[in-house]
């Protein structure tokens, strides 16, 4: 419940109260999806996708992959909506689904390094939104030199802003590790930044 | 706290995750530490400014060309049926359902039938009786016969549609996809398959393989185990202590295994279980016994859908309500099994033992079936041994006591009732029923009433193949006689009495019999097997006493003629004097004397073409048995008998003859004349061609001397002599 609360608000100012009524929409919208309302899949895409992008983005550092795994997402989410057990847990589903599409294209991808591309000043592009400074292009060439792990674990918290607890729950993985990894995702930022 | 700590307790505090009694120790090195301070602030920096990045977000109009790429890429998707083919049989509760009754179904069926053909029928097949409530044509079950490549196919079908349904494919492809699996998800995946197991090896128990069965049911477990437990250690989030934990939970499972894999291996196997099956085939009815392992199959069929239906099968839902509804049929078929598996009451053999030369082997179904047979009919049945004093079934021991003792009516009145309530097959019955009479062929002569009576209740009440064609017959008569010889009487000549049947080629038949029967006897005693007497049939033998007497006390009605053995070869008694046909009904038949022609007393007249004048077509042959004269209708054969062998006084001739070919228009027979020697008529006498083929005349010269003609005469039908004898009596 509380993951779709984190999907649609920016977390540090939600409402609690507010929060729960967007993942009741979502759950809903779920719901009529696997019933077979094609309908909801529009109002579903136009409540989850600047997340989804967001994420994506964090993770890939690329505008195309991002658009390229978050399509790949929804139409996952279409294939598989009716094996979702649990309409509430759709935040965490769908996130996964994201993360799990942006390794798989960042892994097709990497004969092509992004760190290179970035470092010959051709840059990817943001449609039309030009990295303006220099602190945030260098912050785009630390993120590229770490891991799709730690990209992934900063994107979950820094970006999205989700709980630890939350992280473990769309990872799979112990709240320990959860905070251990963030911090090493943090301290190799920290590094990479100030090469 | 060390600087790495304190940087990710300063991490976690950013974030608002650190719990506040580590806040102070973070707090105080913090204040010590300038390094950690200019990270802290680094991190605070650099987090500010991630949130800060800018991202791409589409309009309305993005959205619409979002959800309209996403629409039509699933449309689109070259695999999407397939993908849904491949994954409906373990994600869909009604198709899990249906492939696993269909795989596990034919699986049980395949192998109750190959138990049913491969153990049962056997015992049907080599019993001398089925009872009413046995099975009816155990032969036609023969074509029903499964393959042992039909086996293993339904064998490998179950492998492979149980594994389908448990997910392995969704797991397989995860771990293509390199996906962090669950361990839930892959506990229930393979605890799916270990219940496979028992059902991909229920061929092995068809067969009655027992310590495989259980030898590759837990192999199947362990190999199970283990590749579960490597999935979760590699390829699922568990941390350490977790994984000793279920390591150390994996060993003990693994121990019991290999526990159970070497007991398995002291189970029965197909010889041991035979007796067994063989005892309950003859003491429950097929119905009963096919209906126990019905229903004990369903039972496992339905408790084996409905465990792995409990079991979650990977990523698959629901089933749960019709998996609840197979377990509880399935446990209510095992109870319904239990309780007909209980009502069979297998026989206990129980000897019982009258002296160490006496002993029979006694089966009861229940007090109100018993069955009893010789032990050497029943030595291949020793499953269970049991003294007296261990089984006090009254009726059981009444019946033993009864054979052993030869309380006869105790012994029918047993018998009588067996056949009333046979539940299964018989073996070594008929070696008993043998014991009450005398066997002839086909026919069983019961000397009583109350034994026809009870040997014919059984035949009626039971499908007896071995009796099955047996005349069963009272003996309401005898034959007896003496045996003379010029020197006084003959004791220790063996005589056989051949049945006469209808016909025109009764006496043909009857030397038929009688060639094969001494045929046989030579051969037995050349070998020096047998006793040539144990090759006859005694009913039918008897041997003259001191004063040449000789007596058949049980002889059925019907018409005989009596045979001596001499110590070569068998004959007729055409070279004695001829009782001819001896016709038997009800009471005893006293033959006259017979007087044996012994050395000079007779000589075989020649039948060769010298010796005789013939008018018509007489053919001279020397057959198998000797010298034949076969003369065609209307034929006459004539023979002078040297004057200088026939003084004054009797003669006796002796013709085996038979006619072939229609009823005798014209009297066929033998006329025997004496003349004087002026040619004149002294003596005359008829002999019509005797119906047994075997006759006889007297004729006297008075005090004169003379020839003696003898002039065979043939009827309607080609006649054909085959011995001729003269007798000079004094």
């Known amino acids: 419940m509380s993951v779709a609360l984190a999907y649609e608000t920016t977390v540090m100012s939600a409402g609690l109260a507010g ?96 760190t290179e591309v970035v470092e010959q000043g051709k840059g990817p592009s943001t449609d039309g939104l030009e990295e303006k400074t220099g602190r945030r292009l260098q912050l785009k060439k630390a993120l590229l030199r770490l891991t799709d792990t730690d990209r992934t674990m900063l994107g979950l918290r820094e970006v999205q802003g989700y709980s630890y607890e939350e992280i473990a729950e769309i990872l799979d993985i112990p709240l320990g590790t959860v905070k251990s990894r963030v911090a090493n995702a943090r301290r190799r930022l920290i590094q990479a930044y100030d090469v | ?121 056997p015992c049907y097949s080599g019993a001398e009786a089925v009872s009413r409530s046995g099975l009816p ?202 309780v007909r598996a209980g009502a069979l009451h297998p026989i206990s053999p129980l000897r019982a033992q009258l002296s160490g030369q006496r002993q029979a082997y006694l089966l009861a179904a229940s007090d109100e079936n018993p069955w009893l047979l010789p032990s050497t009919a029943y030595a291949g049945l020793q499953v269970e041994v049991a003294g007296p004093g261990k089984d006090p079934r009254a009726a059981r021991l009444r019946a033993a006591s009864a054979y052993l003792e030869w309380d006869e009516p105790a012994l029918l009145r047993a018998l009588t009732s067996w056949a009333d309530n046979a539940p299964g097959v018989a073996w070594g019955l008929s070696a008993f029923v043998d014991s009450l009479g005398y066997r002839n062929g086909p026919s069983l002569e019961l000397p009583t009433e109350e034994r026809q009576r009870t040997v014919g209740h059984l035949i009626a009440e039971l499908r007896w193949r071995v009796l099955s064609g047996t005349v069963l017959s009272g003996a309401t008569g005898s034959v007896s006689g003496a045996i003379e010889a010029a020197n006084g009487p003959r004791q220790g000549l063996r005589l056989r009495l051949l049945s006469l049947p209808d016909g025109e080629h009764a006496l043909a038949g009857a030397l038929a019999t009688l060639q094969e029967e001494n045929r046989w006897a030579g051969e037995l005693a050349a070998s020096g097997s047998l006793e040539t007497d144990l090759s006859l049939d005694k009913a039918r033998s008897a041997v003259t006493g001191p004063q040449g007497e000789f007596l058949f006390p049980r002889v059925r009605p019907g018409r005989y003629v009596l045979a001596l053995l001499s ?56 057959g198998r048995d000797g010298p034949v004269m076969r003369m065609q209708p209307g034929a006459t054969a004539t023979i002078i008998v040297d004057n200088e062998t026939f003084h004054a006084g009797k003669a006796r001739i002796k013709l085996l003859a038979t006619e072939r070919e229609g009823p005798a228009a014209r009297p066929a027979g033998l006329l025997a004349t004496i003349f004087s020697r002026d040619g004149r008529t002294i003596a005359s006498a008829e002999l019509p061609l005797p119906e047994a083929g075997l006759g006889e005349l007297e004729i006297s010269s008075g005090d004169r001397d003379g020839y003696l003609q003898i002039a065979l005469l043939s009827g309607a039908g080609t006649l054909e002599v085959r011995g001729l004898r003269l007798e000079v009596l004094p």
Not at chain 1, 31 to 41: I, P, V
Not at chain 2, 14 to 30: F, K, R, W
Not at chain 2, 68 to 89: C, H, I, K, M, Y
Not at chain 2, 248 to 266: K, N, V
């Open chain 2, 567 to 622: 110590e070569q070869k068998a004959s007729l008694t055409y070279n004695a004097s001829l009782p001819g046909a001896i016709e038997v009904r009800d009471g005893p038949v006293r033959l006259a004397p017979i007087r044996l022609s012994m050395g000079s007393e007779g000589a075989s007249l020649p039948l060769d073409s010298k010796s005789w004048r013939t008018t018509g077509t007489v053919e001279l042959s020397i």
């Open chain 2, 137 to 338: 044509d155990p032969q036609a079950w023969a074509a029903w016969t499964p393959s042992p490549a039909a086996s293993l196919g339904a064998s490998a079908l179950v492998l492979l549609i149980g594994a389908w349904t448990c997910g392995l494919p969704g797991l397989l492809g995860d771990l293509w996809g390199e996906a962090r699996l669950r361990p839930g998800q892959v506990a229930s995946t393979m605890l799916g398959l270990v219940l496979l197991g028992p059902f991909a090896a229920l061929p092995l128990l068809g067969q009655l393989e027992l310590a495989s069965y259980g030898l590759v049911c837990s192999l199947w477990t362990a190999l199970c185990l283990i590749a579960g437990f490597a999935l979760v250690a590699f390829k699922a989030p568990r941390p350490l202590p977790r994984l000793a934990l279920d390591f150390i939970a994996l060993m003990l499972p693994l121990a019991g295994l290999e526990w159970l894999a070497r007991a398995s291996m002291e189970w029965p196997g197909p010889a041991e279980c035979r007796p067994t099956i063989a005892v309950l085939v003859a003491s429950v009815p097929f119905a009963s016994l096919a209906g126990a392992a019905g229903v004990l199959a369903l039972a496992a069929l339905l408790l084996g859908c409905g465990l792995l239906g409990w079991v979650p099968s990977y990523r698959g839902t629901g089933g749960r309500a019709a998996s609840t509804l197979l377990l509880l049929g399935g446990l209510g078929c095992l109870g319904y099994g239990v």
């Open chain 2, 1 to 121: 706290m060390t600087c790495d700590e304190c940087f990710e307790a300063f991490s976690a505090s950013v974030d608002g995750e650190l719990p506040s009694h580590e806040q102070e120790a973070m707090n105080q090195h913090l204040d010590d530490c300038q390094d950690c301070q200019r990270l802290r602030t680094r991190l605070l920096s650099l987090s500010a400014e991630m949130k800060g990045q800018p991202f791409a977000e589409p309009g309305p109009e993005g959205v619409k060309a979002l959800v309209e790429t996403a629409l039509a890429g699933v449309r689109t998707s070259r695999w999407g049926l397939l993908r849904q083919l491949v994954r409906a049989p373990y994600e869909h509760w009604l198709w899990r359902l249906g492939l696993r009754l269909a795989s596990l179904g034919t699986v049980t069926a395949l192998a109750a039938l190959s138990s049913i053909v491969g153990w049962l029928l």
């Open chain 1, 19 to 114: 929060a729960t009524e967007k993942s009741e929409e979502v759950r809903r919208l779920v719901l009529r999806l696997q019933d077979g309302d094609r309908t909801a899949f529009e109002a579903l895409v136009a409540r989850t996708q600047r997340s989804a992008y967001r994420l994506g983005y964090s993770v890939a550092q690329d505008h195309h992959l991002c658009q390229d795994a978050v399509q790949d997402a929804y139409i996952s989410v279409l294939q598989n909506i009716r094996q979702l057990r649990d309409p509430s847990a759709f935040t965490t589903w769908f996130t996964r689904i994201v993360i799990n599409r942006c390794k798989k294209l960042l892994k097709q991808k990497r004969p092509q390094s992004l």
